[in-house]
């Protein structure tokens, strides 16, 4: 059965003074789905409305519709300088951007010039509101930070004082300067529909250097009303000791979808380790599925990426099935938090594929999400 959200939910109590929504499916988030919108350099994808409208609101394919993501993680690992050069946001093998790059990051990721990625993200949800009803609580925003990149002494000043990020306090203190500029602008912006709920880290392992910064700050963003997140890829080093880490809510990326040679058991690995560790887990489907196949070890373009001509492949469509399939025959989706990698815009592709056995994938995943909403008390029934 589908359901469209008319109302408010009421099931809602006071803690501490304040008016909180019950959570179904963790102890520190009220985000039930949470996207990843990789945004923030030139070679992605331009969150206009319309490129966001499928992960906002979905349209099944008897017509009806309903609510899709609750939570929206901006997030990139590089972007480009100045000079056209990649540079390093923490989880890139180059240099290091600097403090001016870190501006152009962020603002790609608001949107505010170009009514793209958050501020289309608000707009949109405004205009569907009457239709859809009021959600208990607004749309979620986590947003990526840059992470320095050790021995970078060019990242720029704080104060008339030059940063070397060979030294520890260095690093905190322009991640410091970075989060102040980030509430600032966001206070600025104005939003109706959003909510800016936490911060990411954007690097998928943790060496030493990275454990000794992450707890170094993380307190501090948990005293400005920040949770932070992280999602370490299958094999990231202490992703087991994320909550010493200081961590909130954490997510295991199986990466069953993005490795050509990966099996299936691993997904299932996977989902027994985020288990045991009290973690969430990602679903993946990646955002070239209309337009590569699996070549060996290679994964191959095969039509430019804003076009809709073949469906997606079969082996995608697959290996998203059996996440689907996976993950409601181990109650993921009845107890867990749950993200979603889609590449550069797997929604939006499914939901336009030529091929009714791919809208018809996604209709499936939506209900899902649907009914987890209705669980958690963000829709009602």
């Known amino acids: 059965m589908k359901y469209i959200s008319g109302l408010l939910f009421a099931a809602v109590m006071f803690v501490s003074g304040a008016l909180t929504v019950s959570a179904a499916f963790s102890e520190v988030s009220d985000i039930d789905d949470l996207v990843l919108i990789y945004v923030g350099n030139r070679d992605r994808t331009e969150w206009t409305a319309d490129k966001l409208r499928p992960y906002v609101v979905h349209t099944y394919e008897d017509g009806s519709q309903t609510w899709m993501f609750d939570g929206f993680l901006m ?33 790609a990721q608001l949107g505010l010039d170009d009514n793209r990625s958050c501020k289309a993200l608000d707009s949109l949800i405004e205009s569907l509101i009457p239709v859809l009803g009021r959600p208990s609580h607004p749309h979620k925003v986590v947003f990526s930070l840059p992470i320095p990149v050790g021995s970078f002494t060019g990242w720029g000043e704080i104060d008339g004082r030059s940063l070397d990020f060979n030294s520890l306090d260095d690093k905190i203190a322009a991640m410091r300067w970075y989060v102040g500029v980030l509430l600032e602008k966001w206070r600025l912006a104005g939003f109706k529909n959003l909510e800016l709920d936490g911060i990411y880290w954007v690097k998928e392992s943790f060496d030493q250097p990275t454990i000794d910064l992450a707890t170094g700050i993380n307190d501090y963003f948990r005293s400005l009303g920040l949770k932070v997140y992280w999602v370490p890829y299958s094999q990231g080093k202490a992703r087991a000791d994320w909550a010493k880490n200081g961590i909130d809510q954490a997510y295991m990326q199986p990466n069953y979808s993005v490795w050509p040679n990966a099996t299936v058991d691993q997904l299932d690995r996977v989902i027994d380790f985020a288990k045991t560790h009290g973690m969430g887990l990602e679903v993946e489907f990646d955002g070239y599925s209309f337009y590569r196949d699996m070549k060996g070890d290679s994964l191959v373009r095969t039509i430019p990426r804003d076009c809709c001509l073949y469906g997606i492949s079969p082996e995608y469509h697959g290996r998203f099935t059996e996440y689907i399939d996976r993950f409601e025959r181990e109650n993921v989706f009845d107890t867990m938090p749950v993200a979603y990698y889609t590449g550069y815009q797997a929604v939006y592709d499914f939901q336009h594929s030529p091929d009714i056995r791919d809208r018809k994938l996604l209709d499936r995943l939506a209900a899902i999400i649907n009914r987890r909403h209705i669980k958690s008390g963000w829709l009602l029934p």
Do not use: C, H, M, Q
């Open 75 to 107: 997030i990139d690992f590089l972007t480009y300088n100045a000079s056209g050069a990649k540079v390093s946001l923490g989880e890139y093998n180059g240099p290091g951007a600097d403090k001016n790059d870190w501006l152009r990051y962020l603002d």
